[in-house]
C-alpha cells in the first residue's frame, strides 16, 4: 500500500555519517536514518530534528556562503538545504540519482559534489563522484540536472577530500589513490600493493588533505598513516610513514589550520600527530566503542569523534570530553528480544556487553543502562565473559528478569538467573534475587504470567524441564520479597522450545518439539494439540475477542491456529514464519515470513482469513526480532489497511541491525502540518512561545471581526512583548533580566483601566485639591491621545513620571511653606 512506509525513525544510526560541527561550536548535526539531529554541544539535548526526506540521509556538509545552513543528501535522490537554527527547510534540489556522499568546497559557488551510482540503481557496486550545478530559482522544489562527472570508480562511503579550499580533490579506494586537479582538468592515479611478506595491508580505508598545503594524509589497513607529497606528476611523488595503530585506520583529519592531525580507529584512541613534528604525538584514550568519524569544528576549538556503538564525544581540542551523545547502542547482535517496559514504554533490548538500554523511542534518547552482569569487561579477542541473553518484564514492570551465560572451553555451561524489583526512590531497577544454574542446559524461552493475582515467572530449557519460579512475599515494599521455585515439568523427556501465557493468566503453552502441551495455574496437564509434522518455534495467543485462539509456527513452514474451545486445529497455512508477534492492544498479529532472501510483512487477525495488511519485500534478509510500542496518541486513521497502526506502532531489526518502523500517511500528514505552522511570518522566524500564545491572538482577532465588540477597544501590545514573542529563543537574553521587562510593561495601564476610579489615598487632608488635580491629570492624558505617559510634562521633553511619583508630588503640594517666607524675610 502506497499509504504506508517503512522508514528509519527512533533509534538510528547517528555514526552514519561525519557529523558536522556549526561554525559557533554551539551545535552538532548528524544524519539519524530519515532526518538529521541538530544536538546542543553544551547540553547534549536534541533542539531541531529536521525531517523532510524519504530515504536514508547519507550526508551533510556546511553551506560555504552562510554559516547558518546546512546541506544534506539522501538516497531519494534530494539534496535539501536547511536553517537549522530555526528548523526550516529552505530548498529541495531534485538530483534523480540515489546520493551516498556529498562535499563542498568554498571555490566552488553554487556547486555540490555527490557520489552517485554509475547505473541509476541502487543495487549499483560502481560509484562515481560528479559535479551538481545548483539553479538559482524561487521555488521551493528545483530538479538540478546540470552534472558533470569528476571521478569514475570512487567508494560511496566518503573516501574523498578537497586540498588547498578547492584547487583538487583527493579520493582513495582499494590500493588506489586519485587526485583530480580543476585547473588542469587531469587526474593522477597513485597505486600500492596488495602486500608483503609480513601480512601488511595497504589498502586504503580513508583520505584526507591538508587546508593550506600539497600534502594528502592516507589511512591504511594495517594501521599506517602515509603522507604523499609531490602527487602533482606521476614519476616524483613521495610519502612518509607513520604508524601507530595496530589495527586500521577508519578515520583521518587535519585541523583547519593544518597543525594537527587527527587519527582514529579500533583501540577507541584519538591520536593527534603534529603535522611538522611527526615523532611528538597526544592521546586521549578510552573513549568507549571503535572510532569510525573524527569531525573538527571550523576554529578548532572542539572536535567530534563518532563510535561503533552508536555513540558521539565532543571533545574540546584533545584535552577532555566534554559531552556525549549516545543513541541506540546496536552491537553484534540482539541476544534478548525486543521489549517495551510497562512503566517507562521504552525499547529494552541488550547493549553495551553485560548491559540492558532503556531507549525512549518517542524522545529518541537513551534513558540509562541498567548493568546486569556485573563485572568488569575486557575488550581481549577470544576471552569468554558473561553475556545477557535473555530478558522479560512483568506485566506492571515491577520485576525484570534476566539471563546471562558464559561458555568455556572443556567446562560446562555457567547460567544465572537474576531477578530485579523495582525501586520507585531510585526509578530503576535493584538485584533482588540470583539463581546460579536454574537448569542444567541453555534457557530457551521466559515469560511472565499476566495474572495479578500471583506473580510468576515460567523458564524452560533444553534439559527437558520448565520451571514455575514464585514471589513468596507479596509486600508493597519487597524488601522482604524473595523467589522460590514452585513447579517443575516436563513431558516425556522431550525438550521444550518455547513458551506463552494467556492474556488473562489462565493458560499456559509450552511447546515441545512437535506437541503443544496447555496447563492450567495449578499445573494440570488439560490438554495437548496435535499439529503437521515439524518442531514448534512459536507460540501466541490471541487477544481480546480472538482469546480462544492460539497460534504456532512449525519448523516446517506451517501456520497454524487451534481453536482452545474445540481443541482441534482451525486452520493452518504453508507459510516460512520467522517472527510471530501479538499486539498487545488488539486482536492484531504481525507474521514475519522469509522467502528467497527477503522478509514478509503480513498482519491478520486470527478469526479472519484475510490480512489485514501485507508487505512483500518488506527488508532483505530474516526478521529475528520485532514488537509493537503502544503510541502516546491514538492515530484514528481512515484507511481500513492502516488502521492497525492506531493503537500500537510496529518496530522491527533487520540483519544489518537497522531499526525500522511503518509511517502512514496521516501520521506524515500531522508532522508535516506542525512543522509548516513554524514558517517565516512577516521575514520573523515564530517560536514555540509564540505558538503558545496562539489561541489568544486568534480570539483577539474574531472579537476585532465581531460587530458586537466594535466599542471595546484591544489594548495596544507593548515592544517589550512583541520582541518576546517574535525573537527567536535561542537568542533571548536570560529569564532574570527579561522578567523585569516584562513585569513592567504589565504594569502600564491602559486607557480603559484609566476610566476606573483611583484607590482611596491614607492621607485625605484636602479631598477637593486632590480631585482637582487629578482631573487636571485626566484631563492632560485625554489631551495626549490616552496614551499610557504622564502630564503634559512630555510636550516639554521631560520623563515620564510613575504614579507612585505623581502622588508624591501631590502630597508636596498640600505641605505648608509659610515657614519659608519668613526666613527668606529675615
Not at 525513525?9 to 547517528?14: A, F, M, Q, V
Not at 567446562?411 to 546460579?436: D, R
Not at 483611583?758 to 488635580?773: A, C, H, L, Q, W
Not at 505617559?789 to 508636596?812: F, H, N, S
Request: proline residues 4%; glycine residues 6%.
Amino acid at each position: 500500500h502506497a499509504e504506508i512506509r517503512v522508514v528509519h525513525r527512533g533509534g538510528s544510526k547517528i555514526n552514519f555519517r561525519e557529523p558536522v560541527i556549526t561554525n559557533d561550536s554551539r551545535f552538532l548535526l548528524c544524519a539519524s536514518g530519515e532526518s538529521v539531529k541538530v544536538y546542543s554541544s553544551s547540553s547534549e539535548e536534541c533542539v531541531h530534528d529536521l525531517q523532510g526526506h524519504t530515504d536514508l540521509v547519507s550526508g551533510i556538509v556546511r553551506n560555504p556562503s552562510n554559516h547558518l545552513q546546512v546541506y544534506s543528501c539522501s538516497v531519494d535522490g534530494t539534496v535539501r538545504l536547511w536553517d537549522f537554527t530555526d528548523g526550516i527547510l529552505i530548498k529541495t534540489f531534485i538530483i534523480g540519482y540515489p546520493i551516498y556522499s556529498i562535499y563542498v568546497s568554498e571555490n566552488h559557488g553554487g556547486v555540490v559534489f555527490v557520489v552517485v551510482p554509475m547505473a541509476n540503481d541502487k543495487s549499483s557496486e560502481l560509484f562515481q563522484l560528479v559535479a551538481v550545478h545548483l539553479p538559482r530559482s524561487g521555488d521551493q522544489e528545483v530538479e538540478a540536472r546540470e552534472l558533470s562527472a569528476v571521478l569514475c570508480d570512487v567508494s560511496p562511503s566518503g573516501a574523498a577530500s578537497f586540498g588547498r579550499g578547492g584547487e583538487y580533490i583527493a579520493a582513495a579506494k582499494g590500493l588506489q589513490l586519485e587526485v583530480f586537479f580543476f585547473k588542469k582538468q587531469k587526474s593522477y592515479r597513485f597505486f600500492l600493493k596488495s602486500g608483503n611478506k609480513k601480512g601488511a595491508k595497504n589498502a586504503f580505508t580513508c583520505v584526507s588533505c591538508h587546508p593550506k598545503e600539497d600534502c594528502i594524509a592516507t589511512g591504511h589497513e594495517d594501521g599506517k598513516i602515509r603522507l604523499w607529497r609531490n602527487f602533482n606528476q606521476k614519476k616524483e611523488y613521495t610519502y612518509s610513514t607513520l604508524h601507530w595503530h595496530h589495527g586500521a585506520v577508519n578515520t583521518l583529519q587535519f585541523t583547519p589550520e593544518g597543525t594537527n592531525l587527527l587519527s582514529g580507529g579500533i583501540e577507541s584512541v584519538l591520536v593527534q600527530w603534529r603535522y611538522t613534528q611527526e615523532n611528538q604525538k597526544d592521546f586521549l584514550p578510552r573513549l568507549g566503542g571503535a572510532i569510525t568519524h573524527i569531525a573538527v569544528s571550523p576554529d578548532g576549538s572542539l572536535f567530534c569523534t563518532s563510535h561503533s556503538d552508536n555513540k558521539i564525544t565532543i571533545i574540546q581540542s584533545c584535552v577532555k570530553v566534554s559531552a556525549i551523545i549516545q543513541g541506540l547502542v546496536k552491537g553484534e547482535g540482539v541476544r534478548t528480544n525486543l521489549m517495551i517496559d510497562p512503566r517507562s514504554k521504552a525499547l529494552v533490548l541488550n547493549g553495551k556487553p553485560g548491559h540492558l538500554q532503556f531507549y525512549s523511542l518517542h524522545r529518541d534518547k537513551l534513558l540509562y543502562n541498567l548493568d546486569i552482569v556485573q563485572q568488569e569487561y575486557i575488550h581481549e579477542e577470544g576471552l569468554d565473559q558473561f553475556e545477557v541473553v535473555k530478558a522479560a518484564f512483568d506485566t506492571r514492570g515491577d520485576w525484570l528478569a534476566t539471563v546471562e551465560e558464559r561458555t568455556q572451553k572443556g567446562s560446562e555451561l555457567e547460567i544465572n538467573l537474576k531477578l530485579w524489583a523495582y525501586n520507585e526512590q531510585t526509578q530503576s531497577f535493584v538485584l533482588n534475587t540470583t539463581v546460579t544454574a536454574p537448569h542444567e542446559d541453555q534457557i530457551t524461552a521466559m515469560c511472565f504470567s499476566p495474572s495479578p493475582e500471583t506473580t510468576m515467572l515460567v523458564t524452560i530449557s533444553f534439559d527437558g524441564h520448565f520451571k514455575a519460579w514464585l514471589l513468596a512475599d507479596h509486600s508493597d515494599t519487597k524488601e522482604g520479597a524473595s523467589w522460590s521455585c514452585d513447579f517443575v515439568g516436563g513431558y516425556h523427556l522431550l525438550k521444550p522450545g518455547c513458551c506463552c501465557f494467556s492474556a488473562d493468566g489462565s493458560l499456559l503453552a509450552v511447546g515441545f518439539q512437535e506437541v503443544v502441551t496447555v496447563w492450567s495455574p495449578s499445573w494440570e496437564l488439560l490438554t495437548t494439540l496435535s499439529q503437521p509434522p515439524g518442531a514448534i518455534r512459536d507460540l501466541c495467543f490471541g487477544r481480546l475477542s480472538c482469546s480462544k485462539y492460539l497460534l504456532g509456527t512449525s519448523t516446517k513452514n506451517q501456520l497454524c491456529c487451534w481453536n482452545l474451545l474445540t481443541c482441534s486445529l482451525e486452520w493452518s497455512t504453508p507459510v516460512d514464519v520467522s517472527l510471530l508477534q501479538a499486539d498487545p492492544l488488539s486482536e492484531n498479529m504481525a507474521a514475519f515470513c522469509s522467502q528467497s532472501g527477503c522478509s514478509d510483512l503480513f498482519v491478520f487477525k486470527p478469526g479472519e482469513s484475510r490480512p489485514l495488511y501485507s508487505q512483500r519485500a518488506l527488508c532483505t534478509g530474516k526478521v529475528q526480532h520485532a514488537v509493537f510500542a503502544p503510541r502516546d496518541q491514538m492515530l484514528e486513521s481512515c484507511e481500513e489497511h492502516a488502521q492497525w497502526l492506531n493503537r500500537s506502532q510496529l518496530y522491527f531489526l533487520t540483519q544489518h541491525m537497522d531499526l525500522m518502523t511503518f509511517s502512514t500517511k496521516t501520521e506524515e500528514d500531522r508532522l508535516l502540518a506542525s512543522s509548516k505552522r513554524l514558517m517565516v511570518d512577516d521575514s520573523v522566524a515564530v517560536t514555540p512561545f509564540y505558538l503558545l500564545l496562539g489561541k489568544h491572538r486568534q480570539q483577539q482577532q474574531e472579537a476585532l471581526t465581531n460587530p458586537m465588540a466594535e466599542r471595546i477597544q484591544l489594548p495596544q501590545g507593548s515592544i517589550a512583548i512583541k520582541e518576546l514573542l517574535y525573537t527567536p529563543a535561542h537568542v533571548l537574553p536570560s529569564a532574570s533580566f527579561l522578567c523585569s521587562m516584562f513585569v513592567r510593561s504589565l504594569l502600564i495601564s491602559s486607557s480603559a483601566a484609566r476610566e476606573e476610579k483611583e484607590p482611596v489615598e491614607e492621607e485625605m487632608e484636602s479631598e477637593e485639591e486632590d480631585s482637582e488635580g487629578e482631573a487636571e491629570l485626566r484631563d492632560a492624558r485625554q489631551d495626549l491621545g490616552g496614551s499610557a505617559t504622564w502630564g503634559p510634562g512630555e510636550e516639554l521633553g521631560a520623563p515620564a513620571l510613575t504614579k507612585a511619583q505623581e502622588r508624591e508630588l501631590r502630597r508636596v503640594k498640600h505641605f505648608d511653606h509659610s515657614w519659608l517666607s519668613s526666613l527668606l524675610e529675615c
